[in-house]
Structure formats: C-alpha cells, structure tokens
C-alpha cells in the first residue's frame, strides 16, 4: 500500500473491494477444496 | 558482492496510500515462471506409474503453484532494490512502489506456509517435505546466500525450478525412485545454458547492481563455452529416461522426441557458443533465439513424457 490516490485512476473504495471480492472467492474455493480433500481421503 | 536487506518506505502523511491490488499480489507470484513450473510438476505428477484421486492430484498441483508463487514473491522481497535498477524487473510492483514490501512478505509467508501444509494434510507429507526444501532453496540458498555471491549462483540455484517434476511424482507415488530424480536433473542442467542465454542479452543490467553473473565475471566467451557444454551434456541426460532399467522407463515417444529436441537445442547452443558479439550494434539473435527455445524445449519434452504414458509404439 504505498502508491498514492493521487497517481490512481481507481478509489480506495475500488481497489479494497476488488481485493476482497477475489480473496472472497479464494477463501470460498479453499473451503470446497477441503470438503472433496475430505471426500476423496475417505473414499 | 552485493546484498539487499529489505527495508520499507513510508509514504509521506499528507498522500493516502492505496491498499494493495489483488492484480499485485498475482505479479509477485511470477506467473510466467510458474505456468512452467505448474506444467513440469503437472507432468511428474501424470507420468508416475501410480495413480492418486483427481481431487489430491489437483490439490497437489495447485500446492506446487502455492509454493512457487510464494518462493517467487519472497524473492522480490528480497530484491526490490536490485530489481529497480534494472529495466528488466523495474516495472514489477515492489519497485513500482505499488506495493509495500511488508504486504509482499505477509503474502509470501502466507502462501508458503499453506502450500506446505496442504501439501502435507491432504496429499503426503514426503511431498511437502520436498516442497518445503524447494521453497527455503530458491528463497533463501538462491535468492539470499548464492545470488549474490557467485557466478556458479544459477547452477547450484537451479536445483530450486528442478523440483516440480520430483514433487508431482512423490505425490502420485508416496516414495522417490530413479526415474523422478533424473527429471529433476534434466532441468537442473538445463538451467544454465537457459538463464546464461538471457544473462548474455541484459548483462549491463546484471552487472549495473552488481550481481555476479557468469557473463558479468567471467566473460562472454566463457559464459558461451559454458552453455555449449551444458548443452551437450543434457542431450544423453535428457534421453536417459529412455534407457533407464526398471518398469518406471519411458518409451520411444519420449526417447525420439527427446533426442530430436535436445539436437535442437545442441544446435542453437553451438552457435551461441562459438560467435562472438559482432560490436555494440550486435542484435544477440542467436542468443534470443535460444532463450527462447529453451522454454519450449522444457514444455515439449516434458509434455512428451506424458503423451509417452498414453501412446505405446
């Protein structure tokens, strides 16, 4: 976090929400992973 | 010698800082680099004689991915000043001052750390154990102790982009046996004429900080020498596959392919080992032209392999 608003096209707001939609995303992914992980160890 | 310790700007109070793009947090994982890694990895993993569930197959694969990015991004950590000194790498994140470095450390440390653990919980914990010397290899042997000490730095270094292959294959069997080791030395001898190649095109950006590549030590002419004899060196290597005794071996698919495109490769080698820089003006074609196809040497034999598993002449 050190580039500045002012060299920014994008907002704060912008940028934050795009960087928790993807780790929303991730964090989604790696939770269904473990479910099938924990399907296919039993299997 | 030169050394980088890792040090943070602050911004000064009266600009806002922008929070870190997800889209740099991606840059710092090298995904170039790492599409090669994923494949060769992808590769050992297919073409080992046993099979493992698609699930742990895909999680071990996106582990191998998890900890390259994660290694690739401590070294940018590491070598954010160096890398602002070079056209090459100025334009990354950390020297762009997109990104601070304790973000990119926090992130590295992140994916490491679960790249390993996955690895281990879901996969092997041989296969994370190898993950996890493939990690402190490149990150710490590499990037901090020999890079900057010695010309032998991509040789020895090497080692670190050699262990996908060894880690996809112990993950598919649970043990190492013959045959992924000598995967694992195709690419370690691979590597040198591969990066000496590039080294021979951006040497002043190499020698401008002060890294002490073979170019920038001990001269082109060596450094040519070098590469020829690396590549002739991995034409046997790269077929022994072929001749390996035992059930693991592979087969004439992967023996006539391999010996096709190390010829190749033993050709472009030779006439950037035996030329010398026309002058200031020298385009280094030859050179480009090997470091390039050197990238898609990897991709092909490997890629060979694999088709070898499912098509027997």
Not at chain 1, 11 to 39: D, P, W
Not at chain 2, 267 to 289: A, F, H, N, W, Y
Request: contains cysteine; aromatic residues 12%; positive net charge.
């Amino acid at each position: 976090m050190t580039d500045f608003q002012g060299n920014d096209p994008r907002s704060i707001e912008q940028i934050r929400k795009s960087r928790n939609r993807v780790l929303g995303f991730s964090l989604a992914g790696f939770v269904i992973l473990v479910f099938f992980i924990s399907i296919a160890k039993m299997g | 010698m030169t050394t980088t310790s890792p040090s943070t700007a602050a911004p000064s109070a009266s600009q806002t800082p922008l929070p870190a793009d997800w889209r740099d947090l991606f840059a710092l994982t090298k995904p170039r680099v790492m599409s090669l890694v994923i494949f060769t990895g992808l590769c050992g993993l297919v073409a080992a004689p046993e099979r493992i569930h698609p699930v742990l197959a895909f999680t071990a694969i996106l582990c191998i991915a998890m900890g390259a990015g994660g290694a690739a991004a401590l070294n940018q950590w590491w070598e954010a000043d160096l890398d602002a000194g070079m056209k090459r790498t100025a334009g990354r994140p950390l020297p762009q001052g997109r990104l601070d470095r304790t973000t990119a450390r926090d992130f590295a440390g992140v994916l490491c750390a679960a790249s390993v653990f996955l690895m281990g919980f879901a996969v092997g914990w041989l296969a994370a154990a190898i993950l996890a010397v493939s990690i402190v290899y490149y990150a710490v042997v590499y990037t901090i102790w020999l890079k900057p000490r010695t010309p032998q730095n991509i040789v020895i270094g090497g080692g670190a982009g050699a262990f996908p292959p060894l880690i996809g294959w112990v993950a598919a069997t649970g043990h190492v046996s013959l045959m992924p080791v000598v995967l694992f030395a195709i690419i370690f001898f691979w590597t040198p004429p591969h990066f000496w190649a590039l080294a021979l095109f951006v040497k002043s950006d190499y020698a401008k900080v002060g890294i002490p590549m073979m170019p920038v030590v001990a001269g082109e002419r060596s450094t040519r020498r070098q590469i020829l004899a690396y590549a002739v060196l991995l034409l046997p290597l790269s077929a022994l596959p072929w001749w390996l005794p035992g059930d693991e071996h592979a087969g004439a698919v992967y023996g006539v392919s391999a010996l096709v495109l190390s010829t190749a490769f033993l050709l472009l080698s030779i006439r950037v080992g035996l030329r010398e820089r026309t002058g200031p003006d020298d385009t280094m074609k030859p050179e480009k032209q090997l470091f390039a196809y050197s990238v898609i040497y990897l991709f092909a034999l490997f890629a060979a392999l694999v088709v070898d598993r499912f098509v027997v002449l």
